[in-house]
C-alpha cells in the first residue's frame, strides 16, 4: 500500500510539472512576450488542477469507481468527471479575477472567463482520468498475468505430488520380491510380471503430461497393477469387472483410477487374512461418466484423508470439472467399501 502511494503522489507531481513546463515552452516558442503575469496563471491552473484531481481520486477511492468498474457506472463515471473539470474551470477563474491576473487584458464577464477555461483547460482532467484509468487497468493485468503464473505454478506442483502418490513404493518393492520369487519357479510369469511393473512405471511417468487420457489406456494399467498383485495375494484376491464398452473412449484423469484401486487394495483387502474381492464398474449413468471400486474391508472412521488420497483426488477433480464432477467414499453395505467418482460427459 505505501509503495501504491508513492508511486501515486510521484506521478501526480512530476504529471502536473511536466504539464507546467510543457505549456510555458510552448508558449515561450509561439509567443515572445510572455509576461510575468502568465506565470502566476499558470501556477494558479496547476495548483488547482493538483488539488482538484486529488479530490477526484479521493472521490473515486470512496464510492468505489475504480477499475474495473460495470459499464451501469461508466456514466455515473462520466458525470463526475464533467463535474470535476467545471469546478475547476470556476474556481480557477474566480481566482485569477479576484487576484487581478487577468487586470491587463480586455475584460470580459467571469462567467465567460470560466467557460473560455473549461473549453482550454477542462480536457486537462479528462487527460489526468484517462491516464489514471489507464495506470490501474495496465496494474490489473499485470497482477492477473502474475496470479496466472502463480496458479499454474500451483496446479504444477499439485501434478507433481499426485503423480509421486500413483505408485507406493511399497507396492513396487512387493512386486520386485514377487518377481525374485517367480525367477526360479515360474519364469515365463516372471517375464510378464516384469513388462506389467515396466508399464505401469512407464504409465506412471506419461501421465505429468497428460490432462485427461481414454479409459481404456487406464484400465489397462490398472489390469497390469493388479496382475501384480496377484502374484502376491494368491487366491486371497479376487478380481471383477463391469466395464460398459461406451465408457472405453471417454476421457478420464490419468492414473486416478490406479489410485482408487491401490487404496481399496491397501486398506481394505490388505487388512484382511482372508483376503477379499476388488470390483470396478464404469457405466455412464443421467449424463456422468461414473467409475468406482468396490472392495471387501470396512470404513473406519475417522480416516486418514491423506492415506485414501481423498485430498488429492478432490483436488484434481475440482481443478478439471469443477462443481461438475463428484467423488464419494462410503460404504455401501455391511463389509463392502466403494470409492466413486463422477465426471460429466
Known sequence: MKNKSLVYWCCQVGG???YGISVLLFTLATDQSFMKIKYGRLCTGIFFGFLFTYLLRLFLIKNNFLPPIPKTKWWALLGVVLVTAVLYSITNSAFVELTHLYI???KVSVEMRAFYNFVSDGPIIFAWVSFYYLW?????NTNGNLDKVRLETLVK??????????INPHFIFNALNSIRALVDENPTQARTAITQLSNILRSSMQAETLELAPLSRELAIVKDYLALEKVRFEERLDIEYAIEKETLNHLVPPMMLQTLVENALKHGIGKLKQGGLIKITSEFNNGQHEMSVQNTGQLVEPF????FGISSTHSRLNLLYGKDA?????EIEDGIVEAKVSIPL
Not at 157 to 166: A, G, N, P
Request: zero cysteines; a negative charge.
Open 136 to 140: 490501474h487497468y495496465i496494474e490489473i
Open 157 to 166: 506442483d499439485l501434478e507433481l505430488k499426485t503423480i509421486k502418490s500413483h
Open 16 to 18: 502536473w510539472l511536466l
Open 304 to 307: 486418514n484423508e491423506e492415506g
Open 104 to 106: 491587463d487584458e480586455k
Open 326 to 330: 463428484v467423488f464419494e467414499l462410503k
